[in-house]
């Protein structure tokens, strides 16, 4: 019971209850005993065997056209789903809870279920009800489980998100290593589409890397899921958390399932797995195997994922930088949600594959960019290749449907759509490329589209109708004159449907009974009938001969004749026979598919690839974005910078254009921009500058440049020039982490050894007001040695934005700091942000100003501004600044203060001009507004 209430992670309170007590209340073990014993019903032993078998899930029990539950499965489901509670029989004296979905709706509910963290075995009907009463009245219609349903196992369209991809992950620690060295394996794959992926980190790479990931669901023995480091990455992680039996995690087990599934004979080609890696795949394979009943799952190729070949970034950064999703979770706001144009679930996969995991090598990144490039500056192939996109259908998905025997009509005909998309496209390329030649990548791409023998396309065309129905089982699906045979069964199905009506007319005739009429229902089969009051005559001879009586009805009388029933079976055998062609004819058309099953999955992967790419283009079209200069160097030079998402959230408000920052850390080619050259030296800048400046967005700005630039996109600014960055980190002070029960400044510390630990020379790294957390001094001194040490030992490249003026002193003691600030300009009283990052420091925080902006009561900003001129006062004349603070006279009398002396002087000017004896009623009352204007002086 532990170990199912253990599987459990839906963060929904309520289910998570619900779950936990239907859990705690499964069919006890002694149902081994009923089973056996007598006073149960075949059927009854028959559910209780099978439910047995799948403990953790519900069962979904196929009866008719309903899935139906009973026992606790159905208390637990009729609350998950707010569904109607009945009972049904009795067991052991008690009656038995059930309730039940429509089949027409199973998906929907299905899908409810799956969400709130719940696992679903289907069991179906394995034989017509009609096989099984020849076997004896008692028998029992034949029933198993034909799948597990589970967040990573989904196929179905409407069970999963089009442009989201979900992973399947089995985690394999090796118990031997231990502390740094350790390593942990993963292993992965999309049932959905047959994408997977294989990999190791070391342990403190894990969390970042299995946020890129991003399962659904993950598989790990019990083992490692009671270690504490493993456990905090997986809470972390949104996933459904699976333990499976250590046992799963063999690596022969792992080598023998991958080869034959891979139908071959060595795994040399896919790169050298370590042991680890192979244990993880064999308890994903061994999984995948349980849940999908036997079902051939499609496997895709595996990739081997390298952290070496990755820009890497931890789980904080992640957050920090809002990449896939927004601090609130949702796309909109991210920077995914900032750069998405594609126009397929396939291409939007793809992309954010691509963002969750940027490159590290600058030949790979210079092949995409040329793709986008050569896309960006073509606006009318980009366009006519978008509108070819628009209508590709998911092929990925569809083949996987199919490959594991769950695939309809619609599925064929989204493999006959995708290869007439992916003909267009490749059309359009080639012409495009007559000219110039084409890109690398673009030429593979090419290449993919046009792999497939056009006689698949031609075949479908041919086969399927216009108008499909969802389920293969309904038939109706294949075009007239496909095929002879069928035709033939259509019409001879149809032809007897007239034959019924002319038999209808015949006796109508023949009996004068003139509301005689030929019916159908689903008892019966097809019948005769007569209203009460007409009947007569065919009750008595000599029509009662051939009018046999069926049926006295309220205010009708059924009957049936020797030829009905000889039509009848006409009509069902042909229609029968009709059906049957359907079938074998789905059947040939999924094999000549399964034949090319290599070659679609790849021409599935090109046109999710252009889709990527060309959205990318689309983007810099759009946003004016350009081709970042990606190298081995140190540099770090970006001109006209622009915050991607910020910059569109102002364009969508028309609030103003976003301003544009150079970032030259360490200079590229072009010439330093003006007024730097004095910081071409540096390394890491000091960023300094009020609240609101701008500081946070240009930090960002710059660390969302590089994810964008090397995972292959062009980059908001007028240039860029970027040596290659291995690690990106970025950290903001005191971030509120109240819910995982750590105090803000303990998490502040614990992220920033991880970088302290972890940057090296090509990092980049980025601290966002480290130390905040803090009293001032502790805070002071913490980021000072912070700064120290990433210029001595790190080396890194990095921005460090602080509100502690105090570390602008450092620019001039160590060589590659350098200190730079926002610009804000002072007008009266108050404060404007230039938003524009210059070289220098901050002279104060003008903390007040903004807190004035900010529509703090205008007594205490003013009080504030006494407290902070006596503690600047003496703190210049070394005084203690307490015990002048507490000469100050307490707020409520400060309060009553007559307002400052040049308010006063201005008043009494005002005041002598002032004639009472000449003033109107109303002028007087002007006058009032005006004297109390000089002293309220309200910012224009
Ligand atoms: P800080 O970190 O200095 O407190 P932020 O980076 O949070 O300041 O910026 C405050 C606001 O100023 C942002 O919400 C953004 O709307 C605006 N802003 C920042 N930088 C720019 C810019 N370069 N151009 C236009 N608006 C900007
Ligand atoms: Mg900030």
Redesign the pocket.
């Given at each position: 019971m532990a170990e199912s209430r253990k599987t459990f992670r839906a963060g929904d309170a309520k289910a998570r209850v619900s779950r936990a007590a239907w859990a705690a209340a499964l069919p006890p073990a002694d149902l081994e005993t009923e089973r056996s014993g007598s006073g149960v019903t075949p059927s009854m032993a028959q559910f209780l065997k099978i439910k047995a078998a799948h403990p953790d899930c519900l069962l979904f029990y196929r009866m008719g056209d309903f899935y139906e539950l009973f026992f606790q499965d159905a208390i637990a489901a009729a609350e998950a789903l707010g569904i109607v509670l009945t009972k049904r029989g009795k067991h052991l004296g008690e009656d038995i809870p059930m309730c039940g979905v429509p089949i027409h709706r199973a998906d929907e509910y299905l899908h409810r279920l799956i969400k709130q963290g719940f696992r679903v075995a289907v069991c179906e009907q394995l034989e017509d009800p009609a096989q099984a009463r020849r076997r004896g009245a008692k028998a029992v219609v034949q029933r198993d489980v034909v799948r597990v349903v589970t967040p990573g196992t989904l196929t179905e369209d409407s069970l999963l998100d089009a442009r989201t991809r979900n992973y399947l992950t089995a985690i394999c620690c090796l118990p031997h290593a231990v502390g740094a060295d350790r390593r942990i394996a993963h292993a992965s794959l999309e049932i959905s589409t047959g994408a997977c992926e294989i990999g190791e980190v070391s342990a403190a790479d894990f969390a970042g890397d299995l946020m890129r990931l991003s399962p659904s669901e993950v598989i790990a023995s019990d083992q490692a899921l009671a270690e504490s480091a493993l456990r905090k990455c997986l809470d972390n992680c949104t996933a459904a958390i699976t333990p499976v039996p250590a046992a799963s995690f063999d690596s022969l087990a792992g080598e023998r399932l991958l080869k034959q599934q891979l139908a071959v004979a060595d795994l040399a080609a896919f790169g050298a797995f370590s042991r680890a890696e192979l244990a993880a795949a064999g308890a994903l394979l061994k999984y995948v195997e349980l849940t999908q009943l036997g079902q051939k799952v499609p496997l895709g190729v595996p990739r081997r994922s390298g952290p070496e070949e990755r820009l890497l970034i931890d789980a904080a950064t992640r957050s920090s930088l809002e990449l896939l999703r927004s601090r609130s979770g949702e796309k909109q706001g991210s920077l995914l949600g900032a750069i998405d144009r594609t126009l397929t679930g396939a291409g939007a996969r793809e992309l954010a594959s691509r963002l969750a995991g940027p490159l590290r090598d600058p030949a790979q990144i210079a092949a995409r960019l040329d793709v986008v490039g050569f896309l960006s500056e073509r606006d009318p192939l980009r366009e006519d290749l978008r509108r070819a996109l628009r209508s590709a259908p998911d092929i990925a998905r569809a083949l996987a449907r199919l490959a594991l025997q769950r695939g309809g009509p619609r599925d064929l005909a989204a493999v006959r759509d995708g290869l007439v998309s992916a003909r267009d496209c490749a059309d359009l390329i080639e012409a495009a490329a007559a000219a110039v030649g084409l890109p690398l990548n673009l030429s593979a791409i090419v290449r993919s589209l046009s792999a497939c023998s056009a006689g698949l396309a031609e075949q479908l065309a041919a086969a399927l109708a216009d108008e499909l129905p969802h389920h293969r089982r309904d038939g109706g699906f294949v075009r007239q004159g496909f095929r002879a045979e069928l035709d033939e069964a259509r019409c001879l199905r149809d032809g007897n449907r007239q034959m019924l009506a002319e038999l209808e007319a015949k006796y109508v005739a023949e009996t004068a009974v003139k509301s005689l009429r030929v019916r159908h229902n689903n008892i019966l089969g097809f019948y005769l009938e007569a209203p009460a009051g007409s009947a007569k005559p065919l009750l008595s001879e000599p029509l009662a001969q051939r009018f046999k009586h069926r049926q006295t009805m309220a205010g009708a009388v059924r009957f049936t004749t020797e030829e009905l029933i000889e039509t009848e079976s006409l009509i069902v055998s042909a229609a029968e026979r009709a059906l049957a062609l359907e079938q074998e004819i789905f059947n040939e058309l999924t094999a000549a598919i399964d034949c090319e099953h290599a070659r679609l999955g790849g021409l599935a992967a090109a046109l999710a690839e252009l889709d990527c790419e060309a959205s990318l283009a689309e983007l810099a079209a759009e946003q004016g974005y350009t081709r970042p200069v990606l190298d081995e160097n140190s540099t770090f030079d970006i001109r006209g910078g622009?915050?991607p998402v910020?910059e569109q959230a102002?364009q969508a408000a028309n609030a103003?254009s976003?301003?544009?920052?150079d970032c030259v850390l360490v200079p590229g080619t072009a010439a330093v921009p003006e007024g730097f050259a004095a910081l071409s030296e540096a390394r890491l800048w000091l960023v300094t500058?009020?609240?609101?400046?701008?500081?946070?967005?240009?930090l960002r700005q710059n660390a969302l440049i590089t994810v964008m630039a090397q995972m292959g996109s062009f980059v908001p600014a007028r240039a860029a020039q970027i040596g290659i960055v291995d690690r990106l980190f970025s950290r903001v002070g005191a971030a509120d982490d109240l819910a995982r029960g750590r105090s803000t400044f303990m998490v502040e510390m614990v992220e920033t050894a991880a970088i302290l630990n972890q940057a090296s020379e090509r990092s980049l790294v980025i601290f966002?007001e480290i130390g905040r957390g803090t009293a001032t001094y502790d805070g002071l001194s913490i980021a000072w040695a912070v700064v120290e040490f990433l210029h001595a030992v790190s080396k890194c490249r990095g921005l460090f934005?602080t509100h502690y003026h105090e570390l602008t002193v450092l620019a001039g003691r160590l060589g590659d700091i350098a200190n730079v600030t926002?610009d804000v300009k002072e007008w009266r009283d108050e404060i404007i942000?230039l938003?524009k990052v210059r070289p220098g420091a901050a002279d104060r925080s003008y903390g007040i100003q903004v807190a004035t902006l900010a529509g703090l009561p205008k007594a205490v900003t003013k009080r504030a501004t006494q407290v902070l001129a006596l503690l600047e006062n003496g703190e210049r004349k070394g005084a203690n600044g307490e015990a002048l603070l507490s000469d100050l006279p307490l707020f409520a009398a400060a309060r009553t203060q007559a307002p400052p002396p040049d308010e006063m002087a201005a008043l009494a000017r005002a005041l002598a001009e002032v004639n009472p004896d000449e003033l109107t009623p109303k002028s007087a009352l002007d006058t009032l507004y005006k004297l109390k204007a000089l002293v309220d002086k309200d910012p224009p």
């Open positions: 622009r915050h910020v102002l103003g976003f301003i544009a920052n500058g009020p609240n609101m400046a701008g500081k946070s967005t240009f966002d934005a926002m942000f938003h």
